[in-house]
């Protein structure tokens, strides 16, 4: 078992910056030559939509009640579901094994291109360095994602979870839907021998980055390079399938109509529905957070940004939509500490992750990650008792053997 020292009680961040050899210029992190133009938008019409008539509903539902009301709804639906008072969180590090990405995803500020001389690949001795790190000072669990790097062999993936489970054991939660449909595509293998091997090779859950806005009209104009809509879901049903839990995001503020922000929470529902009757794996959590302009190719483009009352108006939508998911979480990282204090009483119920490291966040110039004591201080200030959590969500305690939920467990506190 990992002792604690006292003096480490307080989680110090360990690095939140991502590695920068120069600055961003003035028209976003890729250097380019003149800014991005913005293109048009134009969503789909309701009745094109798949769920147009759920959808329609909670338009309206949406429209007809006020704030406080739907707020005070999703509140009572977190009680129901976690009567107990408690707001959980998880103590781990964001590992990002790899800048270097072909997708060109327009609003993010953490790739390189290949060849870009800030391009970076860490060592699985780093990797290992960074996860003993974790481990000494209590962190439970890695979230490890990439670019998507055309120059990583699916071995390198394959050896480099062998390695951590071998060397440097924790719960991997790694590997987003897009960085997997990247190994597919490298390997020609189906989607389902991909996932078998990453899963014995030691992968324990998957992270529901890249889902963006689930609605293939605003992967379009913000990342046509990306996964569709369908396949992000199909990615997600096929790890449940072998028994991985995953979770899911969604990206907003980008162009979006609510009906977009709707059609996303509908189809996650309606996935988590399938996934829950074939009885493996699931989602555990959602997870939602606005987009952060700053250094990205869209920070010029005229777009209506989140606000505060955005963000809990979403936090309270998704806490109703999504009745068949147990947790929703609080983006503090993005929307602030306060912002996210009030959102543990508009329907969410966990806090997130400590996060020890964070590189992709940061790279927009935001950063609000905090250590322990301050993360249970807000949770306590909001009426609620902090809880460690292990990635499944079982509560954390001092005295036990490694993760419960990962196959390696006991092996944890070697
Ligand atoms: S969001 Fe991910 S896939 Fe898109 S450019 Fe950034 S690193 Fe690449």
């Not at 110090?12 to 050899?21: E, F, K, N, Q, T």
């Not at 309701?46 to 009640?65: F, M, N, V, Y």
């Amino acid at each position: 078992m990992t002792r604690i020292a006292p003096e480490q009680r307080a989680l110090p961040i360990l690095s939140s910056v991502s590695p920068r050899l120069r600055d961003p210029t003035p028209e976003g992190s890729m250097g380019l030559g003149k800014p991005l133009a913005q293109p048009v938008y134009v969503p789909p019409a309701l009745e094109t939509r798949p769920h147009s008539d759920e959808i329609a509903h909670w338009l309206q539902t949406l429209e007809a009640t006020p704030f406080l009301e739907l707020a005070g709804r999703a509140d009572a639906l977190r009680r129901q579901k976690h009567p107990e008072g408690v707001v959980s969180y998880i103590v781990d590090r964001n590992i990002n094994y790899t800048n270097t990405c072909i997708t060109d995803c327009k609003f993010c500020a953490f790739y390189r291109r290949p060849k870009d001389e800030e391009g970076y690949v860490l060592s699985y001795a780093e990797i290992g360095a960074k996860i003993d790190e974790t481990r000494a000072l209590g962190g439970v669990q890695i979230l490890m994602q990439g670019g998507h790097n055309p120059y990583l062999s699916f071995d390198w993936y394959l050896g480099l979870l062998r390695y951590i489970k071998e060397r440097h054991p924790i719960h991997v939660h790694g590997f987003s839907a897009s960085e997997v449909e990247l190994m597919t595509k490298v390997t020609k293998l189906p989607l389902n021998e991909v996932l078998r091997q990453l899963k014995e090779a030691g992968l324990d859950s998957i992270p529901g980055a890249g889902a963006e806005i689930l609605v293939d009209a605003v992967r379009d104009f913000i990342a046509p390079k990306k996964i569709d809509s369908s396949r992000w879901l199909e990615i997600h049903e096929a790890a449940h399938e072998q028994g991985l839990h995953t979770t899911a995001t969604m990206m907003y503020g980008v162009g979006e109509v609510w009906a977009d922000r709707i059609e996303h929470l509908v189809r996650l529902r309606a996935s988590q529905e399938r996934s829950l009757r074939r009885g493996k794996g699931h989602y555990t959590a959602f997870i939602a957070w606005s987009f952060q302009p700053t250094h990205t190719e869209m920070q010029d483009w005229a777009l209506p940004h989140g606000t505060g009352m955005d963000y809990l108006r979403t936090t309270a939508l998704s806490r109703l939509v999504l009745d068949n998911f147990d947790n929703i979480q609080v983006s503090y990282v993005t929307q602030g500490p306060k912002m996210a204090q009030l959102a543990l009483r508009m329907g969410a119920n966990d806090f997130g992750s400590l996060m020890l490291e964070e590189n992709v966040v940061s790279a927009t110039g935001i950063d609000f990650i905090m250590p322990e004591a301050e993360i249970r201080r807000i949770i306590q200030d909001a009426g609620f008792a902090p809880q460690r959590r292990y990635q499944d969500y079982t509560p954390w305690s001092e005295s036990d053997a490694g993760c419960p939920c990962c196959s390696w467990r006991g092996r944890a506190a070697a």
